[in-house]
């Protein structure tokens, strides 16, 4: 069964800093654009942060030059490094990705296929 699992998640105080991980499992074969997005209590989901199949970064406004993400090839992972937390950092954070996946379906010329999968979230909280 493919799946995205993130982890990484905690309690920080205002000013710190955490790295999260995303890690594809499964009959992988690789991750293309992925992404981290983060949901607070009462709001929307938000794109906190995007990485190209080539691996090209882009950052929400609020979050550039705080927040680093990275696609790991040779492990089947993206981090999300996070520093300077703010209090309204505080969400349920999503791991997004096409992965590219091996199914015993043979169509299109082909054994392998892209599909997007979404993480089951983890919780940061950034509070004194």
């Known amino acids: 069964q493919v799946q995205l699992v993130e982890s990484g998640g905690g309690l920080v105080q205002p000013g710190g800093s955490l790295r999260l991980s995303c890690a594809a499992s499964?009959?992988?074969?690789?991750?293309?654009?992925a992404g981290w997005y983060r949901q607070a209590p009462g709001k929307q989901r938000e794109l906190v942060a995007a990485?190209?199949?080539?691996?090209?970064?882009n950052y929400a406004g609020s979050v550039k030059d705080r927040f680093t993400i990275s696609k790991h090839n040779t492990k089947n992972t993206v981090s999300l490094e996070m520093n300077n937390l703010r209090p309204e950092d505080t969400a349920v954070y999503y791991c997004n990705a096409d992965l590219v996946v091996y199914s015993a379906t043979y169509y299109n010329g082909s054994y392998f296929h892209e599909y997007n999968y979404w993480g089951q979230g983890t919780q940061v909280t950034v509070s004194s």
């Open positions: 499964g009959t992988v074969f690789s991750i293309n654009a």
């Open positions: 990485v190209t199949s080539g691996g090209s970064p």
